[in-house]
């Protein structure tokens, strides 16, 4: 039995494989891991199906002409190695981009920021996590000086009085997690969810707000308005253990609930009710995710939520205060290390001397050697082809995920070269010049971190299929062939001891937690600054992470989604997911049982909508924005608002649809929101059998 945990989201489920003949059998739920408490949901209990699948690759492939054939490693490395140099010579460094993703385990996510600066000395690398949780982790940043995900552990969920969730649907996304938002209610919690769709989470709840998309900015301000006006505000608190109030209290004076509900179409007496069960619940807390963060002002979103829970008084009092629910397997441990355009290990700034100094005294190289942040996900995609000719992509599938697709497809088709690292041949593999088959969960050993802060020990269960490589394997064959493979370990333990030394002193203090203490079964949450100190499973009890020791109010005000309706794109499309699919789909669209269970994209639509445009339920329609248009079937269900369509983004094609306007300050696209049009697709007058010859 090897315990180890689901490769998929940032719950990080605690698993048990047990291996017969060198083949995992069997994947249970482990009963001791304390978030999930043996809880699977059935992308994590299918997990198995992908290890020995017939699509697996375990081949390096080499594009000649339009096929993709097998070549050994050496003539797949020393074809990417000459590549890298002819374009670095002809192009300069940043001419040869790293993409990566917040899959990878916090050796590969330290490593790959590495190799980009160290091996490249490219600027040019960013990871698919600005996609994710990049608004979350800039507004946490500007007001607490920290951004760890939840600042608590997750059972403190169950000891929230009053939770209210924002854009967060965790009965789909993290069906094991509700175990403690069922605890809380069943001691008698009160939970209130806003969502424009009645979500599985909304429906186990007492209370749903259904505000138009696009508008949790304006409904925050709302709220802190009542809360100023009726005298909710906790101004001990806000005296002790914060700054900039009195701005803030400016900034909300006009936002009157009926102004309010003009905007978001959340009634005034929910609004009222709302904020004051948050105001007098002995604990309470503000949990935001997607929904409300996948905005082109998401990190002014998630401010004004923080500007409530700090005015509340409920930030870092025990089960109580905002937090983020973050998403990706490693999701936080992959934004703390360094695969950032903009960062270093330990959650340091890359523009930052003291940072440089102290990282490139780790590697051992000259501090100056070190390039300046280059541009986020998005612009990096974006800049294909012209200042970006080369991509060694890996963990991302960008032609299914990123933000207008469509665009972003033909900016990689205008690479000199593309490289991608996957077990699987995504839609983004296919496109590429040379594929690299790497190994999947049960294969490697490593760290990841969850939405909790938890350091946790992937573990190796069987050996990788002949032919596959880890991506640390990968990079210092690349690296060597560089003239720089001394500086590129294979082994995950020297890589993450490697990541210690390099995090002690930073925001992410991984020094005290080494594998052994992991091993032993220690639960380790950073910052762990050495070997003898416990670790911080919470954090703001006392102090916050700011010079001061104090949080930062931040006056924000509503902008609203960019894109306007109107005649020609009268209703709003918003994306996000669905129960049995994860992500790009690489993965989930290739599990039979994930793929029976829902084998195709589905457009949620209010019936009364359906009606309106004359259509019935499992119609085929095109959905047209001002970018793309895209067919999908359509299902009738009361539970979204009738000015509103919803569709997961799992497939090919759908986001083709989506905006890429980015948020300023954290350079999040608006994936929540854009102006969409809805037409029936006529059915065939006749099929081609019937034309008479
Ligand atoms: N099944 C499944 N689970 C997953 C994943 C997956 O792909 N599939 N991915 C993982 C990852 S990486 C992530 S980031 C998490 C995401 O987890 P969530 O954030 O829970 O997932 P989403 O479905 O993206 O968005 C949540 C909700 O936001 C609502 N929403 C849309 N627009 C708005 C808006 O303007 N305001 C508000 N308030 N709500 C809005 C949607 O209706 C949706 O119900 O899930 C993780 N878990
Ligand atoms: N419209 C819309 N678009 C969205 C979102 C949305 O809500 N709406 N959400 C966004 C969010 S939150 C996210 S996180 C992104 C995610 O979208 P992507 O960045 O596309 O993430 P995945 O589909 O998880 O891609 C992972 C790919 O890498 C492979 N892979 C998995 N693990 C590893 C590994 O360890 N090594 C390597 N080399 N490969 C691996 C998988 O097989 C898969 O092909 O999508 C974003 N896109
Ligand atoms: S909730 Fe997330 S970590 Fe847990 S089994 Fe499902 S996908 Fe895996
Ligand atoms: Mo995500």
């Given amino acids: 039995m090897t315990a180890t945990h689901c490769p998929y989201c940032s719950l990080q489920c605690g698993i048990e494989l047990e291996t017969r003949a060198g083949a995992v059998t069997a994947l249970t739920g482990l009963e001791s891991f304390p978030t999930n408490r043996g809880g699977l949901c059935r992308k994590g209990s299918t997990a198995l199906e992908l290890l020995a699948h017939p699509e697996r690759l375990t081949s390096p492939l080499l594009r000649v002409g339009d096929e993709l054939v097998p070549v050994d490693w050496d003539t797949a490395l020393d074809r990417v190695a000459a590549e890298i140099r002819r374009v670095q010579e002809r192009y300069g460094p940043d001419a040869v981009?790293?993409?990566g993703g917040g899959g990878l385990t916090n050796e590969k996510a330290y490593q790959f920021g590495k190799f980009a600066r160290v091996a490249l000395r490219s600027a040019s690398i960013d990871y698919n996590g600005r996609f994710c949780m990049s608004s979350a982790a800039a507004a946490a940043t500007r007001s607490f000086g920290i951004d760890r995900g939840l600042p608590f552990p997750l059972p403190d969920i169950a000891e929230a009085d009053v939770l209210l969730l924002v854009g967060s649907n965790p009965a789909d996304t993290m069906p094991p997690a509700m175990r403690w938002f069922e605890a809380g209610r069943e001691r008698g919690a009160e939970h209130i969810v806003v969502d424009p769709r009645y979500t599985a989470t909304a429906a186990a709840a007492h209370r749903h707000l259904q505000p138009v998309p696009g508008t949790d900015l304006a409904l925050a301000n709302g709220l802190l308005h009542i809360a100023i006006a009726d005298g909710l505000v906790d101004e001990e608190y806000v005296r002790t253990r914060t700054t900039g109030f009195d701005e803030v209290r400016r900034a909300v004076r006009a936002d009157w609930p009926d102004r309010v509900e003009r905007t978001t179409g959340v009634p005034v007496a929910a609004l009222r009710a709302t904020v004051h069960a948050l105001a007098s619940a002995g604990q309470a807390m503000i949990l935001t995710a997607r929904g409300a963060e996948q905005h082109a002002d998401g990190t002014d979103t998630v401010t004004a939520w923080i500007n409530l829970a700090l005015a509340l008084g409920l930030q870092g009092r025990p089960g109580s205060g905002w937090a983020t629910v973050t998403g990706q397997g490693n999701g936080q441990g992959g934004r703390e290390h360094g695969q950032k355009a903009d960062q270093l290990p330990g959650y340091r700034k890359l523009a930052d001397p003291a940072?440089?100094?102290?990282?490139?005294?780790?590697?051992?190289?000259?501090?100056?050697?070190l390039p300046q942040p280059g541009v986020s996900a998005y612009e990096l995609l974006d800049s294909l082809g012209t200042d970006v000719k080369m991509l060694l992509l890996g963990a991302s599938n960008p032609v299914?995920?990123?933000?207008?697709?469509?665009?972003v497809r033909r900016r990689m088709e205008s690479l000199d070269f593309l490289v991608v690292t996957?077990?699987?041949?995504?839609?983004?593999?296919?496109?590429?010049?040379?594929?690299?088959?790497?190994?999947?969960?049960?294969e490697e050993e490593g760290t990841l971190t969850n939405l909790e802060g938890r350091v946790l020990r992937r573990r190796k269960a069987v050996e990788p299929p002949a032919g596959v490589r880890s991506e640390l394997e990968i990079w210092h064959a690349l690296a060597a062939r560089l003239g720089r493979g001394e500086f590129f370990p294979t082994e995950p333990r020297e890589v993450y001891d490697e990541l210690r030394r390099a995090s002690a002193g930073g925001p992410a203090d991984y020094a005290g937690i080494s594998w052994e203490r992991l091993d032993a079964g220690e639960e380790l949450f950073w910052p762990c600054p050495s070997d003898d100190h416990p670790g911080t499973p919470r954090l703001f009890a006392e102090l916050f992470a700011h010079p001061d020791g104090k949080a930062r109010f931040m006056a924000v005000t509503p902008r609203g989604v960019t894109e306007r309706t109107d005649v020609t794109y009268p209703f709003l499309l918003t994306t996000g997911r669905s129960r049995a699919h994860y992500q790009s789909g690489t993965q989930t669209r290739r599990s039979p049982t994930l793929a029976a269970a829902e084998p195709e994209a589905l457009a949620e639509v209010h019936p009364d909508l359906a009606?309106?445009?004359?259509?019935?339920?499992g119609d085929l329609v095109r959905l047209t924005t001002r970018r793309a248009s895209a067919e999908v079937r359509i299902r009738c269900t009361r539970t979204i608002r009738r000015d509103t369509v919803f569709v997961p983004f799992h497939w090919p094609g759908v986001n083709d649809l989506t905006s890429a306007r980015l948020d300023p300050t954290s350079r999040m696209p608006e994936f929540?929101?854009?102006?969409v049009a809805v037409s029936r697709v006529p059915a065939p007058l006749s099929t081609p059998q019937e034309v008479p010859a």
């Fill in 611 to 617: 009606r309106l445009l004359g259509l019935t339920d």
């Fill in 672 to 675: 929540k929101a854009c102006a």
């Fill in 97 to 99: 981009g790293c993409f």
């Fill in 355 to 369: 940072a440089r100094a102290h990282v490139a005294g780790v590697w051992g190289v000259d501090p100056d050697s």
């Fill in 400 to 407: 299914v995920s990123a933000p207008n697709a469509a665009h």
């Fill in 422 to 442: 996957d077990f699987f041949l995504s839609e983004s593999a296919r496109m590429a010049d040379v594929v690299f088959p790497t190994t999947q969960f049960a």
